[in-house]
């Protein structure tokens, strides 16, 4: 079987690439890319995969059986078209079965929500291909939390508008394992699945950096408001409204919901002990 994956330069679609790799070696692994130029070394084909670029798709699926779509960075409305564009291109070159990347969250009510409703949109327009599929509905990560430790140092806080709402986070790691299993098992064609560890809050959140970095960072509850203001100021106009909604949505308990990560992958979501104490 041959299996590609888009976005491969991106954080997500190389390591599923690599956990691909590492635990296929029977099946041939092809990466698809925008840039090829940011790819690390794979060890594997790479080819041309923008998602505005229809012919350039098409001739890239040649020969693929299973793609793995990583949802893309664009504004919403210019999203649900690049994915359509794959997986037209996916139907147009014989792929089989289709395996599409979306996100957990609500269609309505938060500033985030434009951009669940285009990866709603994407999995419809992966349910109507005709193709086999899969769908799994990734956590928020954790990793920019870690990443984000210096600034929070600086403030002594974590501060946004979560309250007291649970979040099922997840890494970009657990998550490759959990998709190799969506691509490679046939069992889970025509399902859609939540793929995210044990939901905690925001002061657990802080404990677990506390413990992991050292650090004495406190919980500060802020309004949805105020963190969309907050965040507009050091983000900007599109990606703060979306930080400051999935706030707002871990707020309202969106994502604090069973998680399928288990079934999929047979055994547990890495815990959150265990990734805290391994940086
Ligand atoms: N669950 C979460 O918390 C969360 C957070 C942020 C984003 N996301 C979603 O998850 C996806 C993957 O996350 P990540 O961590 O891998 O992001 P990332 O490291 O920033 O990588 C984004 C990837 O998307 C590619 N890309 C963007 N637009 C494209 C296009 N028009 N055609 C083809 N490729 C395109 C980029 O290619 P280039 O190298 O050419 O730029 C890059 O490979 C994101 O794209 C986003 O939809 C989820």
């Known amino acids: 079987m041959t299996i590609a994956v888009t976005a491969v330069s991106g ?28 790819v690390g070394d794979l060890g594997v084909e790479i080819r041309a995969g923008d998602y505005g670029r229809p012919d350039q798709l098409c001739a890239s699926l040649a020969g693929v059986d299973t793609l ?42 938060t500033a985030f929500s434009p951009v669940v409703q285009s990866n709603r949109q994407t999995e419809s327009d ?82 677990y950096l506390n413990n992991a970095f050292g650090t004495s960072l406190v919980y500060r509850e802020m309004t949805p408001d105020e963190f969309i ?6 983000l900007g106009d599109f990606i703060g409204p979306i930080i400051g909604g999935i706030y707002e949505g871990i707020r309202q308990g969106i994502y604090d919901t069973p998680s399928d990560f288990q079934a999929v992958t047979g055994r547990p979501h890495q815990s959150w002990e265990e990734y805290f104490s391994a940086l």
């Open 126 to 207: 992966v349910r109507a291909s005709g193709l086999d599929y899969a769908i799994g509905r990734n956590g928020i990560y954790i990793e920019p939390d870690v990443e984000y430790i210096e600034s929070y140092k600086t403030r002594g806080e974590i501060a946004n508008s979560a309250g007291a709402g649970k979040c099922g986070y997840t890494t970009r790691s657990e998550l490759a394992f959990a998709y190799t299993s969506l691509l490679t098992n046939d069992i889970f064609n025509g399902q859609t699945v939540n793929l995210y560890g044990t939901p905690i809050t925001q002061s657990q959140l802080a404990d």
């Open 68 to 109: 793995l779509l990583v949802s893309g960075m664009d504004a919403p409305d210019a999203r649900i078209q690049q994915h359509r564009n794959v997986i037209d291109a996916a139907k147009s070159a014989g792929v089989k079965k289709i395996v599409y990347t979306s996100i957990q969250g609500v269609e309505q009510g």
């Open 229 to 234: 203001a907050d965040r507009t100021v050091e």
């Open 11 to 38: 954080q997500l679609g190389g390591a599923i690439a690599r956990a691909l790799i590492e635990t296929q070696p029977d099946q041939t692994i092809i990466g698809l890319a925008r840039t090829p130029a940011n």
